[in-house]
């Protein structure tokens, strides 16, 4: 394989514009470029749940989501790709039902916190969440494939029970919303 990225500063978009990877050129502030940007984000917010000591398995999930991250924002960079699968989308709704079965039901809406792998997993559903919104804004313009906004539906819920998987396994009590009008 050839080099990716052989020069990262090319000065080209110093008047306000990107490249595509088809090697169309779009303002910077074009949902695709927001939509790309979100994804990265949230790439790299999973990136700082990686840095948590986790289970195998959760890292190991997390790991691969980072890889179908890529290939969404590669997804995104090409107009017309479809590179995010329904075997993807798959994949994560068995992680979600093997999770989720070992958790206790919900009686109380959760904050945000626990422990810090957690509240990092809590950061990254938010930016899924807003993710998806920009993708789902793109899509509205431009058409994209139905698994990526499924997957990124499916996503900001595994991260959750991901947040919630750990706070269990570290021992931390997860912090219970207590409403003021009570």
Known sequence: ?????????????DNGTTGLANGDRVN???P????????????SS??????????????????E????????GGELSIPGQGFIT???????????????AELPPLKEFILPGGSPAAAHCHMARTICRRAERSVITLGNQAGLNEHAIAYLN??????????????RVEETNEPLWQSSRT
């Not at 394989?1 to 978009?13: C, F």
């Open 86 to 100: 329904e075997q993807a989308v798959t994949k994560l709704d068995d992680a979600l039902e093997i999770l989720n």
């Open 65 to 72: 989501i980072q890889h179908r991250m890529f290939d969404l």
């Open 1 to 13: 394989m050839g080099h990716r990225l052989s020069k990262i500063t090319t000065r080209t978009g």
């Open 154 to 167: 499916r996503l900001s819920d595994l991260l959750f029970v991901i947040a919630r998987t750990l706070a």
């Open 28 to 30: 910077k502030d074009h």
């Open 32 to 43: 695709r470029i927001t939509a790309m940007g979100d994804i990265d984000e949230l790439n």
């Open 46 to 63: 999973i990136g700082l749940i990686l840095t948590h000591p986790l289970p195998n398995d959760i890292s190991a999930l997390l790991g």
